[in-house]
């Protein structure tokens, strides 16, 4: 059984709260999967009219814009919400469905005619940047620019945040769609109205900058972790391909143990008591979905990855209003993957690795990984 | 094998043998609309939200802690308000009406 490590294990056990610096600011995370439930449903106490700074550590360095839906409350939320929601419904579509288990078949095909491929530059950004291109219904050569972001636009790579090229490009696509509309995520965006008001551009950008931000370095790790633990247990592959009907309860278990998104943020508007913990007005709470995810009370030996865990009721795609808009297509592509590598692959060998870990003052936690090689090996039919 | 009526927004009465594990399963079998269980059942996402007929509210095993919790997500819920994921079929459920909540 593969024990993954809970970096909040023992603070969990102290207390519900931990204290946690970041850049000289002190937050309290909470760490419990009832408590987070609750923070994240009482949006009045814990609100996200707070731009740039849901994140932790904020962004305000990295974009100028606020990100839509994510940073308003209701009830302007609803609103702002409901504009886009049918983009993010349409990785349920039989025909989208198709067009992203086409996408992971040619993936997989190119892996398998290879000695080693780089997991996360030749597999993981591509099947990410091209699902995405689906979703908001864009041409699929437009993720040829995509996948030059790297992995975490804000962070990745050669040190240079991408952010700016990614605000400057999504600008030129508005006001191209403008100029030529179709039914794409800009075009309709361009077109959309909120309180009887055309959207602005500022509005508009912070639609695309958390599409593009939001949705990617998660889907990136996710998809890189799900090969490395099949490769580290092959067995589990071998159990998927056994009864397929697993990959829907085996999606859930991956994206309880490697939620790739620690934790976010809320501002409180007027000074609360967080679980013994003073915050003042304006300040700042955690909302720490990976260590609820692993709340001993809840589940049962929390840090072993069960490929059948049922119940289940993690938060990696939060709780409450602000739920994440990309599951159906996290979903998609996850169980995708999942369902081909046990239909097509018969063992994966590791190469080379190095994991990407987030450091900071008061915990360090394995997100994903900045380097992964492997040597796909194919089932004799497939 | 139970027969378990679905009672859409629409009004509309779908009555339907079920052969699967728990009763989202089933809905989803039978293509029954406004019962989408996005997490494969396993308790996370609520979107498997039903209302059972009254008379059926003290008959069903009761909701454990953690489903309540997640039902508290899904809008507009009530005391019959259950999560139809964590419905195992049994035999005793023979003759259950369940209504779907309308979309948000
Ligand atoms: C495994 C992959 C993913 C994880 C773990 C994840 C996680 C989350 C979480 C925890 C939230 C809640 C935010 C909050 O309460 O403040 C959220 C919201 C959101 N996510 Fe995701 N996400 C994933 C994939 C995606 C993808 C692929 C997209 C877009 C293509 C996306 C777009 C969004 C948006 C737009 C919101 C804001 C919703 C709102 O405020 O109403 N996510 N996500
Ligand atoms: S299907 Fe997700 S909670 Fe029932």
Redesign the interface.
Known sequence: MTQIPDPFKEAKEKGPVLAAEFDGETIPMILKL?DV?AAA?DWETYSSDAPRRVPIPAEENVRTVRQYPLEVDPPEHTAYRKLVEPFFQRPKQPDVKAKIEALIGRLLSDALNRESIDIIHDFAIPLQSHALTYLLNVDEKEAELWISWGIHVFKDGDGESKGPFMEQYSERMFREAEANPGDDFFSVLNAAEVDGRKLTMQEKLGYANIAFAGGRDTIIHTATRIIHYFAQNPKALHCVREHPQMV??A??EFFRMFIPLTHLGRVCPHATDVHGHRVEAGGRVSLCWSSANRDPD?FEEPNEVKLD???????S?G??VH?CLG??HA?AIMRGLITQLGERVSHIEIQESRELVENEAAYDRMVGYELLTARFTGLPSA | MPNITFVTADGKRQTVEATAENVMEVAQEHGIPGIDGDCGGVCSCSTCHVKVDEPWVGRLPPAEDLESDTLSFADDVCHCSRLSCQIPVTEELDGLVVHVPPPA
């Open positions: 009832k439930r449903k829907n309860t999606a859930e809840v865990r049922k119940p289940n009721p993690h938060i795609f709780f409450g739920n599951a159906h979903r």
